[in-house]
């Protein structure tokens, strides 16, 4: 195992709203307002809903979007599974998401580009991270 590894490092979800199917593995943490991680264990019946990059964008802040992880379990639940399925909801790829309150607080970007913009930052990040090692 690589030192610091985790199940699913820190990140936010880049769509509108994620639904967060998990079972009774626990190990979901997200983060409060507050900066601490807390847990966010499964609650059987529910659904967990994650707000995502673009609703914050969308909302000017009033939603914000949540940063997440998952860690490893205790030593002695490390060789059990844990499934979770997630469904990202994103707004169609050409829909220009601005701030819906006027304000601008964030410039206009389909949903596309923001999308590809996310996803070309992590690859670089991975990169570099290959490289230094
Ligand atoms: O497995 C989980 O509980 C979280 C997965 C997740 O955050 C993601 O796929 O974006
Ligand atoms: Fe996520």
Not at 101 to 108: A, F, H, L, V
Request: glycine residues 6%.
């Amino acid at each position: 195992m690589k030192p610091n590894q985790v199940r699913c490092g820190e990140h936010s979800d880049y769509g509108s709203v994620t639904l967060l199917f998990q079972d009774e593995s626990g190990g979901l943490e997200v983060m409060h307002r507050s900066g601490q991680y807390i847990s966010a264990p499964c609650i059987p019946g529910t659904v967990l809903v994650n707000i995502a990059d673009l609703m914050q964008r969308w909302t000017s802040d009033v939603l914000v979007s949540t940063f997440h992880r998952v860690l490893l379990p205790p030593d002695d639940k490390m060789n059990t599974s844990r499934q979770s399925v997630a469904f990202f909801v994103h707004p169609d790829k050409d829909e220009i998401i601005s701030c819906c309150d006027g304000s601008n607080k964030y410039p206009p970007v389909s949903a596309l580009q923001y999308v590809t913009d996310r996803v070309d930052v992590s690859y670089e990040n991975a990169n570099k991270k290959n490289l230094s090692v």
